[in-house]
Nanobody
Framework: QVQLVESGGGILQAGDSLRLSCLLS????????MGWFRQAPGKEREFVAN????????NYEDSVKGRSIISRYNAENMLYLQMNSLKVEDTGVYYC?????????????????WGQGTLVTVSS
């Protein structure tokens, strides 16, 4: 059974940087398309970034593009999200997700496994 556990959230100020981590157990992170999503209070879960299985292809949501990097470290089954120049609107619960197959969807419903999330709060 694949399990995902996120860490790295916290309370930060606008302009700060953070790195979120996600550990995949019960499988190999190299066998899945991996993604990050977030959910702000009162809003639907939204796509942040994803990374392909067998290449370095990455996609980013427009509001984080240029200040975020999604990466994976296959040897330790880890997924990361580095975010810089944080904004108040980055506040939310951040979820790690894994998808069987090779396509890179930005739709949450197409992912097969989810972590419990880690809360990121950015204050002004």
């Amino acid at each position: 059974q694949v399990q995902l556990v996120e860490s790295g959230g916290g309370i930060l100020q606008a302009g700060d940087s953070l790195r979120l981590s996600c550990l995949l157990s019960g499988g190999s992170v190299s066998n899945y398309v991996m993604g990050w999503f977030r959910q702000a209070p009162g809003k639907e879960r939204e796509f942040v970034a994803n990374i392909a299985r067998l290449s370095d292809r990455r996609n980013y949501e427009d509001s984080v593009k240029g200040r975020s990097i999604i990466s994976r470290y296959n040897a330790e089954n880890m997924l990361y999200l580095q975010m810089n120049s944080l904004k108040v609107e980055d506040t939310g619960v951040y979820y790690c997700a894994a998808k069987i197959g090779y396509s890179l969807p930005s739709v949450a419903q197409e992912y097969d496994y989810w972590g419990q999330g880690t809360l990121v709060t950015v204050s002004s």
